[in-house]
């Protein structure tokens, strides 16, 4: 079993900065990816950007340019680095990891940014 615990979201104007992080805890021997996604009230969850265990990326069209996903491995935590933040990017993020004992998903952060 695996426990995610993120952590960095609030209140921000537009064009500012927030860091999401993503702890991962229990049995995470075998990584294979870990990602955020973000919802808003009556649209499905979109992926937002991934890494693999190997550090490869990707990052959403939307947030292109503006956000960053990185990941310590030694810690077991993903990053989501969000620069020039819109109001658009206003939603509930989700910590996603996909490990060799299935896919787990984190409580979510509240991310708002003021117009």
């Known amino acids: 079993q695996v426990r995610l615990v993120e952590s960095g979201g609030g209140l921000v104007q537009a064009g500012g900065s927030l860091r999401l992080s993503c702890a991962a805890s229990?049995?995470?021997?075998?990584?294979?990816?870990m990602g955020w996604y973000r919802q808003v009230p009556g649209k499905q969850r979109e992926v937002v950007a991934t890494?693999?265990?190997?550090?490869?990326?990707n990052v959403a069209s939307s947030v292109r340019g503006r956000f960053t996903i990185s990941r310590d491995g030694a810690k077991n935590t993903v990053y989501l680095q969000m620069n020039s933040l819109k109001p658009e990017d206003t939603a509930v993020y989700y910590c996603?990891?996909?490990?060799?004992?299935?896919?787990?998903w984190g409580q979510g952060t509240q991310v708002t940014v003021s117009s």
């Open positions: 229990g049995s995470t021997s075998k990584l294979y990816h």
């Open positions: 890494i693999t265990g190997g550090g490869s990326t």
């Open positions: 996603n990891a996909q490990f060799i004992t299935g896919t787990y």
